[in-house]
Each structure stands twice: as C-alpha cells, then as structure tokens.
C-alpha cells in the first residue's frame, strides 16, 4: 500500500509540474491550489505565483506569500484562503470579448470586436524581459515575431542531439506548421522557445532564441508565459483545478490579474473552444476532446504573443478538429504567430508555410504547395500525405491539389470522359458491395436495448442494439460524448448496465465471472498508460496469463509469440514507461493477445502516433482481423474507417443511428451531417464522379477503367 500510494503521490506531483509548465510557472510542487485556494507554503514558491523565486517577497513586482497573488498594485489583494473569483463565478460571464477578434468570430456572433490585432485590454503586466528595453537590444527586423539562429540541444544522459542547428524566422501573424515523426524533435523546438528548455528540463542548450527581436537567453519560463503560449498534446497532465472556470483563471491568477479583468476572458476563451455553459464542471468528468479544448482555453486566456499548438486536435471529433483549426485560421488573420505541429499534413495545407523536422533536423521548408508534393518524403518521416496529392501522383497529374474543387478541375482535363455525378440520391446511384457481416455467423456479442447513466448524470446510453459476428471489422464512430467508450465498458464488463442485457457468445454476461470475459474480449484503453503498470516489458505481457494459470512453458511461448508479433521482441527486459508512445501502444496490444481473445476492442488506436507508427499498428491488427478476431475499432479517423472497417456504427446522443457498410456510410449525406464526420477528401471528390471510393488508389483504379 505504501508503494501504491508513493507512486500516486509521484503521479499527481508530476501531473501539477506539467500543468504549470503549460503556464510558464516555476514548478512548486508543494503549492496546492484547490479551485477556491491557493496555499503559498514559503517564499521560495514565488515563482509558482508568476514571480521568479530569487525575487525577494515584499519587492516591487514579487508575490504576496500570504495570499497567493503576484505584485502589489496589480489587481485586488486577496484575503487569507481567497481566490479572485470567489463570489463572481455565480454570476452570468460577461458576455464581453477582445483578442483580435479572432475569438468573436469562431465563438459565435454578437460579440464585440477587438480594438488591437493581439489582444485588446491590457496585457498580463509582469515584470520581464518584454517589459524592459536593453541598451544593446537588436533592431527587430519588421514584422519578425520569432527568430531562432543555429538552435541545437541535448537532452542530459543521451548521446544523440535532438535539435541540430535549426534556422527558423517567423513574421508577425505568420501560421508555419511543423511536421515530422514521433522524437523527430518538434515539442523540444517549441519547449526552447519559452524556455521551458533549458530552465525546467536540462541539457546542453546553443543558439539563440529571439521574441520580438529580444534574446530570451536568461529569461524565466514564467516571464515568457504572455509573450508564447503552448497548448500540449497530454492534456491528462495539465488540468487539476476543480472546475473548468478555475482552470483557465489559474494562471490569470498567478499573474495578479484583475478579477473582472479575468473573467472578461475567461468568458470568451471558453466560447471559442465550445465549453461555454460548463464552467462549473469539473475537469475530471469532460470527454477527453472537451479536456482537450479546456487545455487551449487556458492558454488563449493569457493572450500570448505567439501560440505553439502540439497536436492540439488529438483527441477531438471531426467537428471539434475543424473547430479548432478554424480557431487557429481566426487567430492568425488577426495577427497571432502561431507554430501548429501535426502529423496530419491535410490539416496544415492552409499554413503559410510548412517545416519538416528528422531526427533534429529541418530537411524541407516551404510553401505547403512546395512541401506537401513530396509524398515520399512525408511518409518516410512519419507524416499522413494528403491524399488528393497522392491521386494526383497515380494519375500522373504533377502539381499540389489545393482543393477538392481544385483537383477535380485536373483530373477532368486528364479524363475529360469521366461521368459526372447523378442528381440521384446516392442510395440509389451508388453500389454497395461491402461485406457487412459474415453470413449466418451466430454473434459473439450481443447487446439488447441497454441503457446506462452515471450516477447523478444524465443518460449515456439509450436502448442501445448491437451484435458483433466472428471475423467482423466494425467501427464506431461519433462525436465525444456520444456513449461510444461507454458501450466498450459494458461489453467487457467494466460497467453494468442500467437496463437491458449483453450477452457474450450465447451467455448470459451479468453471470460471467470477469476471467472469462477477459479470456473472450480484449480491451486496449486509448491511453496504453492506463494499462500499463509492470516493472518490465515481458512482466507486462505475462501477467494475464499468470494470473489464469498457465504454466511458465506455455507463458513464456505466448509472450515470444505476441511480442514478436508486435515489434517489441528486443525489448522484453525493459521499462514500460521508457518506451515510445507507439511502442507502448503496442505492448498494451500484446498483453492482450496474450489470452487470445476471441473480440478485440481499440480505443482510439493510433491516438498520438505519427503515421509510420499508425500504419504499423493498423497492419498488426489487419493481421489479427484476417485471422479470425473481430475488431471493434473506435475512432475519429476518416481514413481509418474508410481503409480498414468493413462496417460502421454510428451514435448519437447515446443510440445508434446507422449500422451498416463504409461505402453506404460515406455515400448517405444525411449521416454524414448528422454525425458532423467528414469523408476523407478523396471519397468526397469521388462522389463529384458518381461514385464512391474510398482510397486514393480505388479512386485511381476507377478513373482509368473509365479511359482518358
């Protein structure tokens, strides 16, 4: 029990470092802010407050340790155990707004508009490097926001550098996307430019950093948190305030902000990332798309100079990912520098421009029309190419297709017979040859008119029906919130249902004792972490089985099996917790497929993996698939469902709405508005044909069969 609670103790005191990192704050972590306090324990957690720790208190500009607020003078002075939004967050948030007007427009309407490009109202005033001009300082060039010169890093204990030499200048209100694989060395780039690295993760640091022409050498992290805000793809480990208000105030907060001040912002921030009318939630009960969007919020609260988003959409639903990209659009028409770092490159054609980062290294920058032509290129550095780009290449078509509209019009100079799409409804002019089950299989899962809630919410599930065949591919798919990984815990067992009953290959599931639905039905958590808890990798894999009683041969059989299976066989002595996040997904796989299970659910398989990675995985479970284990994939992935499934259930606010083939799902218009998914580009240019494809080279196999 003592090492339990140590290694949850270690859990939470790393969760409350990350979270103050995304803020720029000092890491303290014996500071605890409880959504209604904050406890400063001793003058050296200044920094925790937005003060560097060295300054002494009582000085201009240094905390009040006795309060928790930063700088006299700046803001109401708070009493003993009180927070800036005790007592206001009863009332309605004003409905005000004024960051560039970038918010206003995705926020929804009637709000009005901003009086400066970055951020009307006054900025955050900490007592900084931005704040105090250097006799010596650069002439900034005009309209440079960034500039970093021969920037190289190494993190301690590793022989390899992570950054080499980088040369990047970004003008005012320039969007530039970043793209490589997994440790390609896109999150330490954005780290050193709030100095996060060196200051809160060490190593050996050369080149300089410019922000608005000033070096950033010796700044503290917490000077920087106005001037480059980042949003970090592990939400899980920046939120831990009690309420989602409180969350996005907390570094308003730490700066001494104006409490009606904050709330003008708190206010808006939480409208243009759709969580207006949740802040009284706490964070721990939001879908992992809608935490997502509480971790933008905060930052787009403190109206920083320069934004980096890191995969910022990597949880999110269709709708919320172009949500939040046309947040990023609006932030940069009104003057926002941002740096979007994704593995996606669909998601980054609007860029102005685009880098692309290997081992350490820019290997291409440009244009994305420039950049995004190269498919083979993107590929082998782990980056998704666009798919219309690569139609283009299989028909021989040079160029970069900006445009669905735009890569129709080549295509028809190329194929001026290809058939123009019927005014048909597309049930009748599109054929469905997809096989939606196996015929006359007896299912193996069984779910009759269930229905769930959580206690004290409202209900999840309702009257849900659904079987899963031997062999079947089927995917899920919805919108957060929807009840998909709800219905995954009820068909395993995790949960009970409220009404109706699950039935597990003819059995009655409430009677099964938990062995034997973990021996029928495998579940892969979206975060392999939540999984994974053993010293070593073969540990790891083994503990399934030891726990049923097989004898060591045959565990020790099975674990070479699987581990080989799944890349991972040179890594059997070693940390879960060093591995990569693919590898980790993967070892969360392989424990359990080691018990052979007869039905594997994945959650959001390749959730944060970069594209070589997604592949991999997908191949490993086309292979188990082919074998005979039915897949149940929940995902919010177009072109894994268009590539992969075979079948596609759709939910929506706890039922579900459509159950049948891909080909049928992509070609029934009313579905695709009503669970807001978007075809992958190449179907929805297919269907301006009269048909339906699915992939690039389905799409490209149709056209030449139809002659030039």
Known sequence: MGRQYARAQAVLAARQRDHLQQHGLRDAPVAIHTGRRLHARAPEQNALHGADARTPAGADGAPDTRTGVAGRGRGRRLGRGQSALDGLLDAR??????????????????RKPADAACGGGAMPDVKGWMREAEADARRVPAGEALAVEDLSFAYHDTARAALRAINLIQSAGEMIGVMGASGAGKSTLAKCLNRIIPELEGGELRGTVRIAGRPTAGARVHQMAPEVGMVFQDFESQLFSTTVAHEVAFALEQLGMERGEMLRRIGPALEAVGLAGLEQRDPTSLSGGQKQRLAIAAVLALRPRIIVFDEPTTDLDPEGRAEVFALIRQLREQGVSLLVIEHEAEELQRSDRVMLLNEGSIIAEGPPSAVMTQLDLLESCGVHPPGLNRLLKLLGIEGHAQSIEHAETEIRKRFPNAPIASTQPPSRRTPVSDSVRPPSAAPLIRIENVSFSYPGGPRVLDGVDL???????????????????????????????????????????????????????????QNPDHQIFAATVEDEVAFGPRNFGLAPGEIERRCTEVLRAVGLENERASNPFLLSKGQRQRLAVASVLVLRPKVLIL??????????????????VTELNESGVAIVMITHAPWLVAEYARRVVLMRGGRTIFDGGVREFFAHDAMLRASSFRAPEVTQLSRRFGTVALTPEEMANWLRGRGG
């Open 467 to 525: 079987s899963i065949a031997p062999g079947e591919f089927v995917a899920i798919i919805g919108q957060n919130g929807s009840g998909k990984t709800t219905l995954a815990k009820l068909m395993i067992g995790l949960l009970q249902p409220e009404s109706g009953k699950i039935w597990l290959d003819g059995r009655d599931r409430a009677t099964l004792h938990s062995a034997a639905t973990a021996r029928d039905i495998g579940y892969v958590f």
């Open 603 to 620: 959650d959001e398989p390749t959730t944060g993996l970069d594209y070589r990675e997604q592949r991999r995985m997908m191949r490993l």
């Open 93 to 110: 948030v004003p409905a005000g707004l004024d960051y560039g007007g970038a918010l206003r427009q995705v926020g929804r309407d009637n």
